[in-house]
């Protein structure tokens, strides 16, 4: 989870489930607030949850959308976090030791 401007939480989940997924949003996210997904089915019950949901749709080829029509994409999911990180949270990755090199 990402807080655009904010901080970003990480978790390592051991099941792609709601009943899974449902604390760590609550914990981490405000009731009420808006959340951006993709359209994964995880996500499907955001709204019954209490937060308001926007989608993109990535089987359709939608990365990003304009809302209002003002020319600024509103609702999207793009952040280099995910994808850099995919690799070291893989679960192929999780036997094997983190290094880091330095900067």
């Known amino acids: 989870m990402i807080e655009r401007g904010g901080q970003v939480v990480l978790r390592v989940l051991e099941n792609v489930q709601q009943s899974t997924i449902k604390p760590i949003i609550e914990k981490f996210i405000k009731s009420g607030s808006l959340v951006n997904t993709d359209e994964y089915d995880i996500y499907g019950r955001l709204v019954e949850w209490g937060y308001e949901h926007k989608t993109v749709c990535y ?9 209002d029509g003002d020319g600024f994409y509103e609702v999207h999911v793009n952040t280099n976090l995910p994808q850099s990180c995919r690799t070291i949270i893989s679960p192929d990755n999780f036997r094997k030791p983190l290094t880091m090199d330095k900067a």
């Open 59 to 67: 089987s359709r080829g939608e990365y990003a959308w304009d809302e």
